[in-house]
């Protein structure tokens, strides 16, 4: 099989950055349901994605409020529509004694299998 050229990859990553713009934290994994274990305080933010290059771009930074009290464990990436994308799980909880905000700079890359 032949390689996958990066123009390939490109409209790969138009495709792909079209499907989710919504970000939202959350205290457990939420599944496919946006309001599941939700982050009080926090509100949908929404990522502005660049035009890219060879299947890769990095999307606007978000600054996602939290009340105090909370902790968060996982970002989701949403549609408009509400429909789940992704969801990451951060490498360790970030808890708030305090009222703040988690900054989350979302970067997508499509990779040749």
Do not use: E, I
């Not at 939420?30 to 890769?56: C, E, H, I, L, Y």
């Not at 990436?77 to 509400?82: E, P, V």
């Not at 708030?96 to 970067?107: E, H, I, M, Q």
């Amino acid at each position: 099989m032949p390689p996958v050229n990066n123009a390939s990859l490109q409209a790969m990553f138009v495709t792909f950055k079209g499907q989710g713009d919504v970000l939202t934290l959350h205290t457990a994994d939420p599944g496919t349901t946006k309001a599941t274990a939700r982050v009080a305080g926090n509100t949908d933010q929404v990522t502005t994605w660049p035009a890219g290059s060879n299947g890769s771009g990095t999307g606007s930074t978000v600054a996602c409020p939290v009340n105090a009290g909370q902790t968060v464990t996982h970002v989701c990436l949403w549609h408009s529509s509400g429909q789940h994308v992704a969801t990451y799980a951060l490498p360790t909880a970030a808890v708030y004694s305090f009222a703040g905000v988690l900054n989350v700079t979302p970067t997508l890359t499509v990779l040749a299998g």
